[in-house]
């Protein structure tokens, strides 16, 4: 059982920056692969980002690529997102998601945290 929770968002302004966290607990943690997904209101939750276990691989959908870094630290067993060049576009909750794939789909991941709301305004 692995158990994810992120922080780190708020509301910023169009332009800003904020670094999303996610922080896991639990066996073996650290050998999981580890994506960011998205939800705005009305909308599906959407991939992001993802990075696998070693940090090694990274991908990122289209609207993010050169605005949102993911990174992970797993000495603190922590995955990071970067959240540069805001749009009001990215007002979302944003989780992070634990699972054994690299991949952009929601049933490559296994264990979900709460989430953790970002605000852009314009």
Do not use: H, M
Request: glycine content about 12%; charged content about 20%; aromatic content about 10%.
């Amino acid at each position: 059982q692995v158990e994810l929770v992120e922080s780190g968002g708020g509301l910023v302004q169009a332009g800003g920056s904020l670094r999303l966290s996610c922080v896991a607990s639990g066996r073996t943690s650290n050998t999981y692969s580890t994506g960011w997904f998205r939800q705005a209101p009305g909308k599906e939750r959407e991939f992001v980002a993802a990075i696998d276990s070693r940090g090694r691989s990274t991908t990122y959908v289209d609207s993010v690529k050169g605005r949102f870094t993911i990174s992970r630290d797993n000495a603190k067993n922590t995955v990071y997102l970067q959240l540069n060049s805001l749009k009001p576009e990215d007002t979302a909750v944003y989780y992070c998601a634990a699972g054994w794939v690299t991949g952009d789909r929601r049933q490559d991941y296994v264990y979900w945290g709460q989430g953790t709301q970002v605000t852009v305004s314009s």
